[in-house]
């Protein structure tokens, strides 16, 4: 097996460890059992389970901020940028669903290490920017209508809780997995409503 492919396996059995456990609650031996590789090797690449972690966590948050960048930063209608994030944004949950959780988790875990780890990278400050001006775009077309911040939080909300509650909503409602992933694709148009509808009553 060539080492880059050794590598990847390693990063993907971490990815769905963490995604599922946490820090706190991932083992290295478990990782090492699910990437196919001994402890050993696992331990060669990657000499601790923090070092992984971090490795594991900064591509998480890079895939989301990507999927944020890539919506705000066409020179589109502050509608058309709202729909265009909350499609990628679930669209990227529905791929990851473990990682609300995940995010969640770590955030209450060590919160001011989570932030301080965050602005060291060149990615928080690019997802930094963009959330401002979007703020920023929002205010100058409403003015004091509107609170942005709440719009936003909103909207986050309205992707996100879905995913965190899934275990006690499926186990509620009884939704299969099949069902579950087309009511996740109709959510996408829900919560686009909902947010049209808030703005026409402005």
């Not at 900064?58 to 265009?84: C, N, T």
């Not at 004091?144 to 899934?166: D, G, R, W």
Request: with cysteine; aromatic share 10%.
């Amino acid at each position: 097996m060539e080492e880059k492919d050794t590598e990847l396996q390693i990063k993907e059995a971490a990815r769905t460890v963490f995604m599922k456990r946490g820090y706190a609650g991932a083992r290295m031996q478990e990782i090492a059992d699910l990437a196919g590789i001994n402890k050993a090797l696992l331990h060669y690449y990657y000499r601790s389970k923090e070092r992984l972690y971090d490795v594991i966590f900064m591509e998480v948050f890079q895939e989301l901020m990507e999927g944020l960048e890539s919506a705000f930063v066409e020179e589109d209608s502050i509608k058309v940028k709202m729909e265009a994030f909350i499609d990628l944004y679930i669209s990227t949950l529905m791929k990851n669903p473990h990682m609300p959780l995940f995010v969640v988790s770590e955030i209450s875990r060590d919160p001011d290490t989570f932030i301080e780890k965050l602005k060291t990278k060149e990615i928080f400050e690019g997802a930094n920017k963009i959330v401002l001006s979007f703020i920023s775009d929002l205010n100058n077309e409403y003015g004091e209508q509107l609170n942005a911040i709440h719009l936003f939080m909103n909207i986050i909300s309205m992707c996100v809780f879905p995913f965190i509650s899934k275990p006690m909503l499926g186990a509620i409602t009884q939704i299969d997995d099949a069902t579950w992933k087309i009511l996740m694709e109709t959510r996408k148009e829900e919560v686009k409503r909902f947010v049209a509808k808030a703005l026409e009553k402005r």
